[in-house]
């Protein structure tokens, strides 16, 4: 079977896994980074990955029809050079507006690349081979995500900038994979212009919409991916701020001492991140297993009782301090997203129209960017209000009649809280937790999961069913 597979799909797994080094390898951090190294407040880190990850996923509806009219092979080779000159920038900014745009230049790039690849894979195999190969796809998306931010959660304890080098390294690889071994798979040229193409897309996706019931699908779907993206957007940082991860290290260095110093950070702690790609290393693990009980169940009803499971871990996420429980909670989570998450998709194709089946399946990006948009305003504005230990530290400071001096954002003001009140770090955040409980926040992150499950269900009870019997008695 290996062998039936040509070269172009092996190569285009290949970019596929150096892409995802790349991209995770800094996103896994990229919390952390903005408001503890360049101290943005949580509301610019919020604004800041929302919009860009949210474009990263609108966009593809109209790059891939580029790509079509320009070529694979070129539109990968300017989807690099933007991840490549946009990580670039990125290591040498340090103004919020420089960032900003410089992170829009990678996700620029991963907009051109996210159709390309997929499509590459999709015509690299065929009816025998799409299943193994797409297996095989999903894998290496899952390695990728896994080494990537491994290797930067090492070198950013040398060096922040080692992080994006990193990141510029898996991109120049698959520059010249690109260049060297990368043949463009049969296609049919777009010979339509540009604007026509858009304005076609454009057409395709207002027929999409206009379907009430596929729309209200997809704004439920929303939610889901909303309530995932603070696994990415604010989990690292409220494992940073609140969570003592040394717990963790000196409890694994009692069983394994080589495996706690590999994912130690040198200081006796385990860095955030680390914690986070546990989620990446289940799915490593169990997505075979999970795919295996999930193919026997209705595609709405996985997607209830996996987007269910992954509502109990992200409540257990937040809700805990212990980081061995944190990594269990995750456990959790990623059982909910393996259950519920693949099915998303399978259930546009099996409810599109026989004619519309690509349009409506292109749509799939869709809900994923509105989670990303409102999930980094969650992350941001709310999360900073409920949750942010400098913004209850300066609460904190106030209710004691404690001037804080102009000028002091983010953990600088935590910090000052330190020297001002005379107590060490984690005394004030012990403090700070039994005082305004940032742990509360997980009902937000758990509401938004349950009205999404509460939603497809009523979803299944007034639409489908109805139809699944008008259409029983024409049969």
Not at 77 to 85: G, N, P
Not at 148 to 168: A, C, Q, T
Not at 240 to 246: A, G, H, K, L, R
Request: proline share 4%; aromatic share 16%.
């Amino acid at each position: 079977m290996f062998k039936k597979f040509p070269r172009t799909f092996w190569v285009a797994n290949l970019i596929e896994l150096f892409e995802r080094w790349g991209w995770y390898g800094l996103f896994n951090v990229l919390a952390i980074y903005l408001t503890t190294v360049l101290g943005f407040t949580q509301e610019q880190k919020g604004y800041l990955m929302g919009i860009i990850t949210s474009m990263v996923y609108f966009l593809p509806v109209f790059t891939g029809a580029i790509s079509d009219k320009f070529g694979y092979k070129k539109s990968l080779l300017v989807a690099f050079s933007l991840y490549f000159i946009g990580f670039f920038l990125m290591s040498k900014m340090s103004t919020y507006g420089a960032v900003f745009l410089s992170f829009a230049i990678v996700g620029l790039g991963a907009a051109i690349f996210k159709p390309i690849v997929s499509a590459t894979i999709s015509k690299t195999t065929n009816e025998k081979t799409a299943i193994l190969g797409f297996g095989i796809f999903y894998m290496m998306v899952n390695f990728g995500a896994l080494v990537g931010p491994v290797i930067s959660s090492k070198l950013r304890d040398i060096n922040w900038s080692y992080v994006f080098y990193s990141s510029m390294f898996a991109v120049a690889v698959n520059i010249l994979l690109v260049i060297f071994f990368y043949k463009e798979p049969g296609r049919v040229p777009n010979q339509d212009s540009v604007w026509t193409s858009i304005a076609k897309i454009a057409k395709n996706i207002w027929i999409a919409i206009i379907d009430w019931k596929f729309l209200i699908f997809l704004l439920l779907i929303v939610g889901f991916w909303t309530m995932y993206n603070q696994l990415f957007f604010t989990l690292p940082v409220f494992v940073e701020q609140w969570v003592d991860t040394s717990i963790l290290y000196h409890a694994l260095y009692n069983v394994w001492p080589g495996l706690a110093k590999f994912i130690g950070n040198g200081h006796g702690a385990v860095n955030p991140e680390m914690l986070l790609n546990m989620d990446a290393f289940f799915i490593v693990l169990f997505q075979l297993i999970i795919s295996s009980i999930v193919t026997k169940m209705q595609p709405i009803k996985a997607m209830v009782i996996g987007f269910f499971i992954a509502s109990i871990g992200i409540s257990l996420m937040f809700m805990l301090r212990n980081p061995i429980l944190i990594v269990l909670a995750i456990l959790v989570f990623s059982i909910g997203e393996m259950t519920g998450s693949p099915t998303i998709t399978s259930y546009i194709g099996l409810i599109a129209p026989q004619d519309k089946k690509a349009l409506y399946m292109g749509m799939s990006f869709l809900p994923v960017a509105g989670g990303n948009f409102l999930g980094g305003y969650i992350s941001g504005t709310v999360y900073q209000k409920i949750a942010d230990r400098a913004t209850l530290a300066l609460k904190y400071l106030q209710s004691k009649g404690i001037e804080v001096p102009k000028g002091l954002h983010g953990e600088k003001i935590f910090d000052y809280a330190v020297d001002k009140l005379h107590v060490p770090s984690q005394r004030l955040t012990d403090i700070l937790w039994q005082t305004y409980h940032p742990d509360h926040i997980w009902y937000l992150f758990t509401g938004i999961g349950l009205i999404t499950v509460v939603g497809l269900i009523l979803y299944d009870y007034l639409i489908l069913r109805p139809k699944r019997k008008a259409e029983l008695n024409r049969g």
